[in-house]
Nanobody, 122 residues
Framework: QVQLVESGGGLVQAGGSLRLSCAASGLTFSSYTMGWFRQAPGKERVFLAAIRRSGGNTDYADSVKGRFIMSRDNAKTTVYLQMTSLKPEDTAVYYC???????????????WGQGTQVTVSS
């Protein structure tokens, strides 16, 4: 059974930082491109970042480029999202996702985590 378990969300003031983690189990982790998405209240879930299987390549949405950094540790089967310079508009539920193969955005993820809430106060 595949599980993606996010952690690290919480309440932070604007300008602050948070680090999200996503621990994966039940899959051949190194075969999956991993990604982060978020969903704000009343809005669709949107792509934020992805990291290729080896960890050598990352892609970011324009809204977070330069502020968020995604990384992965294949030995720990965990991915991270370091978020800095947080803004109130970053408030959302953040989801980890796994997609088999080399791309996150060419199709739907195979697996989703349950999400972790991030709230940025002004």
């Amino acid at each position: 059974q595949v599980q993606l378990v996010e952690s690290g969300g919480g309440l932070v003031q604007a300008g602050g930082s948070l680090r999200l983690s996503c621990a994966a189990s039940g899959l051949t982790f190194s075969s999956y491109t991993m990604g982060w998405f978020r969903q704000a209240p009343g809005k669709e879930r949107v792509f934020l970042a992805a990291i290729r299987r080896s960890g050598g390549n990352t892609d970011y949405a324009d809204s977070v480029k330069g502020r968020f950094i995604m990384s992965r540790d294949n030995a720990k089967t965990t991915v991270y999202l370091q978020m800095t310079s947080l803004k109130p508009e970053d408030t959302a539920v953040y989801y980890c996702a796994a997609r088999y193969g080399a791309s996150m955005t060419s199709g739907r993820p195979n697996y989703w985590g349950q999400g972790t809430q991030v709230t940025v106060s002004s």
